[in-house]
């Protein structure tokens, strides 16, 4: 049996473009070469589709560039093929098996997809609706969990169904902020007081977050959240530490080690994610015990709560005093950086960067398979 195919997609429509390269550099970086092929792919901030050949030369320059062959990829579970464009157009037929990189080449099938794709397009199960529709097993969450996941004010409402605990919350449309009502601002004022949080309901790495202290930074904190979606969410402001705890798995998922953020500057916002220095991960956190096992139950319950599958980090408020934990939010694609905390927690329980995307990828054609039992027919009972 010859070596898996194993598409990388980073990039992406999104915000969150240049995350997506730090993450997909890493992946490339521990894929097992031995056991996989890799099939670079990157997305445009405009939305096409590109081999990209050298992809360590276009991640070094920060940005999916418009060059290389251009790419489309088949809604047909038969092919599980991406398609040249360029030879789609001159007509030319399909040399099954090409490489889809040289001279001639028309498509690359593919056995398994990696998306290393953050926010919008690519984590919200845009793409892994076109990965169902192409039949291509694929790492991570489903089109729900995925959608779910990277809506936080329908994520909250689940997690409050299941009666995980939560910080107090109200979700605020575009429109209503873009319509002036002072009486929104007032009554935002008297439900969470100062300082409150204001976040964008769909962008994750915190994109578009702002923490407000008056009622001028509240006003200017909807704005910014409005720019990124048309759902806000005003949450109160917890006063404590933030954890995080890495999940693997289907069925059966399991909860890594328990990491602290010590953010360098007021909040973890994007600076103190990805470009700061003065932000400390520390693996595992220096809490109690029992508190880390109440996370790690939390961190699963979250999980199964989306019907999520594969990987996802959960992110935790602990206050100290009253030992009170609180799910803040589940990220189905989690950053697969140098410094990110999904990887470095699993490091921590032994497991190594290559092995863990290894199974990650095991897991994708678990699920696939699992999936592939169900009916697309109808067919009487016996």
Same mark, same amino acid.
């Given at each position: 049996?010859?070596?898996?195919?194993?598409?990388?997609?980073?990039?992406?429509?999104?915000?969150?473009?240049?995350?997506?390269?730090?993450?997909?550099?890493?992946?490339?970086?521990?894929?097992?070469?031995?056991?996989?092929?890799?099939?670079?792919?990157?997305?445009?901030?405009?939305?096409?589709?590109?081999?990209?050949?050298?992809?360590?030369?276009?991640?070094?320059?920060?940005?999916?560039?418009?060059?290389?062959?251009?790419?489309?990829?088949?809604?047909?579970? !038969? @092919?599980? /093929?991406?398609? =040249? +464009? %360029?030879?789609?157009?001159?007509?030319?037929?399909?040399?099954? $098996?090409?490489? &889809? *990189?040289? !001279? @001639?080449? /028309?498509?690359? =099938? +593919? %056995?398994?997809?990696?998306?290393?794709?953050?926010?919008?397009? $690519?984590?919200? &199960? *845009?793409?892994? @609706?076109?990965?169902?529709?192409?039949?291509?097993?694929?790492?991570?969450?489903?089109?729900?969990?995925?959608?779910?996941?990277?809506?936080?004010?329908?994520?909250?409402?689940?997690?409050?169904?299941?009666?995980?605990?939560?910080?107090?919350?109200?979700?605020?449309?575009?429109?209503?902020?873009?319509?002036?009502?002072?009486?929104?601002?007032?009554?935002?004022?008297?439900?969470?007081?100062?300082?409150?949080?204001?976040?964008?309901?769909?962008?994750?790495?915190?994109?578009?977050?702002?923490?407000?202290?008056?009622?001028?930074?509240?006003?200017?904190?909807?704005?910014?959240?409005?720019?990124?979606?048309?759902?806000?969410?005003?949450?109160?402001?917890?006063?404590?530490?933030?954890?995080?705890?890495?999940?693997?798995?289907?069925?059966?998922?399991?909860?890594?080690?328990?990491?602290?953020?010590?953010?360098?500057?007021?909040?973890?916002?994007?600076?103190?994610?990805?470009?700061?220095?003065?932000?400390?991960?520390?693996?595992?956190?220096?809490?109690?015990?029992?508190?880390?096992?109440?996370?790690?139950?939390?961190?699963?319950?979250?999980?199964?709560?989306?019907?999520?599958?594969?990987?996802?980090?959960?992110?935790?408020?602990?206050?100290?005093?009253?030992?009170?934990?609180?799910?803040?939010?589940?990220?189905?694609?989690?950053?697969?950086?140098?410094?990110?905390?999904?990887?470095?927690?699993?490091?921590?329980?032994?497991?190594?960067?290559?092995?863990?995307?290894?199974?990650?990828?095991?897991?994708?054609?678990?699920?696939?398979?699992?999936?592939?039992?169900?009916?697309?027919?109808?067919?009487?009972?016996?």
């Amino acid at each position: 049996m010859g070596k898996l195919r194993v598409g990388v997609i980073f990039g992406g429509r999104s915000p969150e473009h240049e995350v997506s390269l730090l993450s997909a550099a890493s992946v490339l970086r521990a894929i097992d070469r031995e056991r996989f092929e890799v099939v670079p792919i990157g997305i445009t901030r405009e939305g096409k589709w590109l081999l990209t050949g050298d992809p360590m030369r276009v991640l070094a320059e920060g940005v999916v560039k418009d060059k290389g062959p251009r790419l489309a990829l088949l809604a047909d579970p !038969e @092919g599980r /093929a991406l398609v =040249r +464009l %360029d030879q789609a157009s001159e007509g030319r037929a399909p040399a099954e $098996g090409g490489t &889809g *990189c040289g !001279e @001639g080449a /028309a498509f690359e =099938r +593919l %056995d398994v997809i990696f998306p290393v794709l953050h926010g919008p397009y $690519g984590e919200d &199960g *845009c793409v892994q @609706g076109l990965l169902e529709l192409a039949g291509i097993p694929y790492v991570g969450a489903g089109v729900l969990a995925s959608a779910v996941g990277m809506d936080k004010a329908v994520m909250k409402a689940l997690f409050v169904q299941r009666g995980l605990p939560v910080a107090r919350h109200r979700v605020v449309l575009r429109s209503e902020v873009e319509a002036g009502e002072e009486g929104l601002v007032a009554l935002l004022e008297r439900e969470f007081g100062y300082p409150c949080f204001t976040k964008p309901a769909g962008m994750g790495s915190s994109v578009g977050v702002t923490k407000a202290h008056d009622r001028e930074e509240l006003r200017r904190g909807l704005a910014e959240a409005c720019r990124y979606d048309r759902k806000v969410l005003v949450e109160e402001a917890i006063s404590g530490r933030e954890l995080e705890c890495s999940v693997l798995g289907n069925r059966q998922p399991l909860a890594s080690a328990v990491g602290e953020i010590v953010p360098g500057r007021e909040f973890y916002d994007y600076r103190a994610k990805y470009r700061d220095e003065g932000t400390q991960l520390l693996v595992p956190a220096p809490i109690p015990e029992r508190v880390a096992s109440r996370v790690q139950e939390l961190a699963v319950a979250a999980f199964l709560a989306i019907d999520c599958s594969g990987m996802a980090r959960v992110d935790f408020f602990y206050r100290p005093q009253d030992e009170a934990v609180l799910v803040n939010e589940i990220n189905t694609i989690p950053g697969f950086t140098a410094i990110s905390m999904y990887p470095r927690l699993w490091a921590e329980a032994g497991l190594s960067m290559k092995e863990l995307v290894t199974r990650l990828i095991e897991l994708a054609l678990e699920r696939h398979a699992d999936r592939a039992r169900s009916l697309s027919v109808f067919q009487p009972p016996p």
